[in-house]
Nanobody, 126 residues
Framework: QVQLLESGGGFVQAGDSLRLSCAAS????????IGWFRQAPGKEREFVAA????????RYGVSVKGRFAISRDNPENTAYLQMNALTPEDTARYYC???????????????????WGQGTQVTVSS
């Protein structure tokens, strides 16, 4: 089974950009749809973006559409989340997740994904 490892989080100012990475090991990334979720303290895990196995189809959460971009590099076994125009409301722990049952799907809910990384913290200061 796949192991997912997020990286790229950090402390930034409002308006800055960050790129998160999700590196896969133990299996081929192209077997999985990848989703990004985030969770702030005291809040439910929120859908951010998803990408199908071949990178053609993508979906974004309402709060990030137009600012964030999800992509993947299957030969490198890595998925990415480019985050632009960050605001304090984007502060959260960001998780990538894999779904190999429906690799073409763009699941919106956490229970549609079977494999999760440990997350990377993003903090945006005003």
């Amino acid at each position: 089974q796949v192991q997912l490892l997020e990286s790229g989080g950090g402390f930034v100012q409002a308006g800055d950009s960050l790129r998160l990475s999700c590196a896969a090991s133990g299996d081929t990334l192209s077997n999985y749809a990848i989703g990004w979720f985030r969770q702030a303290p005291g809040k439910e895990r929120e859908f951010v973006a998803a990408i199908g196995w071949n990178g053609v189809n993508v979906r974004y959460g309402v709060s990030v559409k137009g600012r964030f971009a999800i992509s993947r590099d299957n030969p490198e076994n890595t998925a990415y989340l480019q985050m632009n125009a960050l605001t304090p409301e984007d502060t959260a722990r960001y998780y990538c997740a894999g779904d190999n049952y429906r690799p073409s799907s763009l699941g919106l809910t956490p229970n549609e994904y079977d494999y999760w990384g440990q997350g990377t913290q993003v903090t945006v200061s005003s």
